[in-house]
């Protein structure tokens, strides 16, 4: 069986939360307003970039946001929680921004997992399990449950300080061979170092998912 992987669509949706990720990081600056996860190396290298840079960055072909999918604690008690009667009441937030992040890349990943959970955990590096907890909740109940969780958002595998060097120099490099390279590496790094060992594995068939990776890496000309 072949597994297909993002269309050009779910791409240009990963695209765009990148880059509202960079902006979020970058504008929390020392305010505290980000979770503990960022690192200073981290804000120094994004506060040095230019647009034209960052923009680059946004076009890695996996979600820089994480949403500590291999928490599996965390998201065990987040998935059985009782839906709040007061939707209102549960979304608020101090950083309604960080709400606006959660929001819009969890109800992403929900749809994703719905109609493809191969693409959704080709862009999250997710398990499988997690991918088919999340489209079995509606999406009010995902609302619900993990918008005002606030510390679930954090910047994806951000303890590998080596694939985020690779992204933040390789990454942006104004050399577009150096860049494609770069992304088809950070991929394969998300979808086989992932700390999320205790997900069930990928069926067999989806051994093809490397030369997967490898288009949709090299799927955007810039």
Same mark, same amino acid.
């Given at each position: 069986?072949?597994?297909?992987? $993002?269309? $050009?669509?779910?791409?240009?949706?990963?695209?765009?939360?990148?880059?509202?990720?960079?902006?979020?990081?970058?504008?929390? !600056?020392?305010?505290?307003?980000?979770?503990?996860?960022?690192?200073?190396?981290?804000?120094?290298?994004?506060?040095?970039?230019?647009?034209?840079?960052?923009?680059?960055?946004?076009?890695?072909?996996?979600?820089?946001?994480?949403?500590?999918?291999?928490?599996? !604690?965390?998201?065990?008690?987040?998935? @059985?929680?009782?839906?709040? $009667?007061?939707?209102?009441?549960?979304?608020?937030?101090?950083?309604?921004? @960080?709400?606006?992040?959660?929001?819009? !890349?969890?109800?992403?990943?929900?749809?994703?997992? &719905?109609?493809?959970?191969?693409?959704?955990?080709?862009?999250s590096g997710a398990g499988l399990s997690?991918?088919?907890?999340?489209?079995?909740?509606?999406?009010?109940?995902?609302?619900?449950?993990?918008?005002?969780?606030?510390?679930?958002?954090?910047?994806?595998?951000?303890?590998n300080r080596g694939l985020w060097q &690779?992204?933040?120099?390789? !990454?942006?490099?104004?050399?577009?061979?150096?860049?494609? @390279?770069?992304?088809?590496?950070?991929?394969?790094?998300?979808?086989?170092?992932?700390?999320?060992?205790?997900?069930?594995?990928?069926?067999?068939?989806?051994?093809?998912? $490397?030369?997967?990776?490898?288009?949709?890496?090299?799927?955007?000309?810039?």
């Amino acid at each position: 069986m072949e597994y297909q992987g $993002p269309e $050009p669509a779910d791409l240009a949706n990963v695209r765009a939360l990148n880059i509202a990720f960079l902006e979020w990081l970058h504008a929390c !600056g020392d305010s505290g307003a980000a979770t503990h996860s960022q690192t200073p190396e981290m804000l120094a290298a994004l506060a040095g970039m230019s647009r034209c840079q960052l923009e680059r960055l946004s076009r890695t072909p996996f979600l820089l946001m994480s949403f500590r999918e291999y928490d599996e !604690g965390r998201w065990r008690s987040l998935f @059985a929680r009782r839906p709040d $009667p007061d939707l209102f009441h549960s979304l608020e937030m101090p950083d309604e921004e @960080a709400a606006r992040l959660i929001a819009a !890349g969890l109800g992403f990943l929900w749809q994703l997992s &719905k109609r493809n959970p191969y693409a959704a955990r080709l862009v999250s590096g997710a398990g499988l399990s997690w991918c088919e907890q999340l489209a079995d909740c509606t999406l009010v109940e995902l609302f619900t449950r993990a918008v005002s969780a606030h510390s679930v958002l954090e910047p994806r595998m951000i303890e590998n300080r080596g694939l985020w060097q &690779k992204l933040l120099n390789a !990454g942006v490099s104004a050399k577009k061979d150096v860049r494609r @390279a770069a992304r088809v590496s950070a991929l394969q790094t998300v979808l086989t170092q992932s700390s999320a060992s205790s997900y069930r594995q990928l069926a067999a068939a989806a051994c093809s998912m $490397p030369a997967v990776a490898v288009r949709v890496a090299e799927r955007d000309p810039r």
